[in-house]
């Protein structure tokens, strides 16, 4: 994934910016700001993923389609959200 060439066509083909972390031997490495940032992010995205996998069982929808698999998606993370939010108790 941290080839420029991949994340080049990732973004012109689908505008999606994908940001990895740097090695010790890459030549363009960014700011220790901007790595700090990132890890940052980066737990709060493993925190929320881990909710969604222990709490509401994201991992084990059964669908028979993709429409179905969507609407199960959708209806779990809609509930993840009114629960963050505090509209609903969980």
């Known amino acids: 994934f941290i080839s420029r060439d991949l994340q080049k066509r990732l973004y012109e083909e689908y505008q999606?910016?994908?940001w990895?972390?740097?090695r010790k031997n890459q030549k363009h490495r960014p700011s220790e700001a901007w790595e700090k940032w990132i890890q940052q992010k980066r737990k709060v995205i493993e925190t929320v993923f881990s909710v969604l996998?222990?709490?509401y069982r994201i991992t084990e929808i059964r669908a028979n389609s993709m429409i179905g698999f969507e609407v199960a998606l959708d209806g779990i993370l809609l509930a993840y959200s009114l629960v963050?939010?505090?509209l609903v108790e969980f």
């Open 16 to 18: 999606m910016a994908l």
């Open 53 to 55: 996998v222990d709490q």
């Open 20 to 22: 990895t972390p740097s």
């Open 84 to 86: 963050t939010l505090g």
